[in-house]
């Protein structure tokens, strides 16, 4: 394998338990979660965050009887190397 390919599963790997952590803080009311993972080198650089957040509507604890809930979700990547540089982006939000 090239060192690229490498790198972006080492990168990969780091994110997937962020990724897990984040479906269990949207299953409980109004709380979030956070994660960011920054990696550089000689070839290049590379970073991911992950956010979501979740809410019941009320703030107050006791849930919404009329699913007036929301949620929120994004990540992104960014990269840089010899060779070039990208950027990935994944937003959802329902309300």
Request: glycine share 16%.
């Amino acid at each position: 394998m090239k060192r690229t390919t490498l790198r972006r599963l080492a990168i990969a790997a780091l994110a997937a338990p962020a990724i897990v952590l984040s479906a269990q803080s949207i299953a409980m009311a109004d709380s979030g979660y956070a994660a960011e993972a920054t990696a550089a080198g000689p070839n290049g650089a590379t970073s991911y965050g992950v956010f979501a957040a979740a809410g019941d509507g009320h703030g107050d604890g006791k849930g919404d009887k009329n699913g007036g809930g929301w949620s929120f979700y994004h990540k992104h990547a960014d990269f840089a190397g010899p060779k070039g540089a990208g950027t990935y982006s994944v937003t959802s939000v329902a309300d």
